[in-house]
């Protein structure tokens, strides 16, 4: 549903010493989101006018005005708010200049100036102000010609107008104005910049996978993969070749847990952690151990009272640790046994007594 153009901001007047900055805010609420312009003195202002400049931000135009001219910039300031839908509406403030000692009494001093910060993401950032005037004038900040949104929960002033900055993120960078404002006027401290510092670091591997897992045939595995970096890798698994098992719209940051149930098959699973400084890769085989084959081609010779030689063959891939023989001698019930193991032939020689 349509709605015509509504001022809910209006620029105020204001109050510059020659030479200073003037910024005007104004915003407006429609359907459609109104167009807002400027006017000086009835006469739409352009971008050709080098000092003065238009930013439009989440609703919010600032007319700046920089420097300010005694005789060329006092005048009435138009914000005109425009959809298409009824009539335009618009809001006016007058900026009154004021020459070297014409400055009236209570007009804002600003006795501590902000000065260039550079700090590492996620610390605490402090951009100083503090200003005289009477009354006692309320500051406020700009950022790069925007004013600062304070219902930002990082951002905070406290009681003598300084600006705090908690867990600070890249996008903190930028130029930094305290602006001290009360009903005789208004002053601004230059520009100044606040950098953010962000670690960047490739990912690696905190808690790899082990090489191998030597598992019984049926069994459960966890695994287990941590990756840390600046910024903080993605991390995914992978089954053998190309079978990926984490989903492309759910892949965990810095720590990815893989379950497998009823293992089968020896197979490799690969642990890859991503992020925009590179990819990382480490691969484990899980290996079954099953059952071994019986062993062929099983023969006996040197039968004597007292011993036999017992000789076979194996063809199986498992590596074997022990053989068992087991007999039993005609007419006992038990008997134990004592086998030794040729190291070339692997030939097995047996003693039983009777």
């Known amino acids: 549903m349509t ?22 805010f104004c915003a407006a609420r429609g359907d459609p989101q109104p167009t807002v312009i400027w006017r000086k003195n009835s006469k739409k ?53 004021y020459e070297g000692d014409k400055t009236p009494a209570g007009f804002p001093v600003i006795q501590q100036f902000p000065t260039i910060r550079v700090i590492e993401t996620g610390h605490t950032a402090v951009m100083q102000c503090k200003a005289t005037g009477s009354p006692p004038p309320k500051i406020f900040w700009i950022k790069d010609m925007k004013r600062v949104d304070m219902t930002n929960p990082r951002y905070s002033i406290n ?21 001290a404002e009360n ?21 690696t591997f905190s808690r790899p996978p082990e090489p191998v ?50 293992i089968r098959v020896s197979t490799n699973y690969t642990c890859i952690a991503q992020s925009s400084l590179g990819v990382i890769e480490a691969t484990s085989l899980v290996k079954v151990q099953s059952l071994p084959a019986a062993p062929t081609d099983v023969t006996i010779s040197e039968v004597t009272a007292t011993q036999v030689r017992l000789e076979w063959s194996y063809k199986g891939p498992e590596d074997l640790q022990y053989y068992v023989i087991q007999y039993k001698p005609k007419n006992a019930n038990q008997a134990s046994v004592s086998c030794s193991e040729d190291p070339i032939t692997h030939a097995r020689m047996c003693w039983f007594m009777k």
């Open 159 to 179: 009681n003598e107008g300084s600006l705090q900055i908690d867990n600070s993120e890249e996008s903190d960078m930028g130029k930094y104005e305290c602006v």
């Open 183 to 203: 009903s005789v006027g208004t002053e601004h401290t230059k520009p100044t910049p606040l950098y953010v510092k962000v670690r960047r670091v490739p990912p």
């Open 3 to 24: 709605h015509p153009p509504e001022i809910i901001k209006k620029p105020v007047n204001q109050g510059v010493r020659v030479g200073g900055v003037a910024t005007f």
């Open 45 to 97: 202002i352009t971008m050709t006018q080098s000092r003065y400049t238009v930013y439009d931000a989440n609703g919010v135009s600032m007319l700046r005005i920089e420097p300010v001219r005694a005789g060329r910039d006092d005048a009435p300031y138009e914000c005109v708010a425009e959809n298409g839908v009824g009539d335009a509406v618009s809001a006016e403030a007058t900026l009154t200049v």
């Open 213 to 262: 897992y030597e598992v019984m045939l049926g069994a459960n595995l966890t695994l287990t993969c941590v990756a840390v970096g600046s910024p903080m890798p993605s991390v995914k698994w992978r089954k053998g070749v190309d079978q990926d098992l984490t989903p492309e719209n759910d892949v965990p940051v810095g720590r990815n847990v893989l379950e497998l149930t009823d």
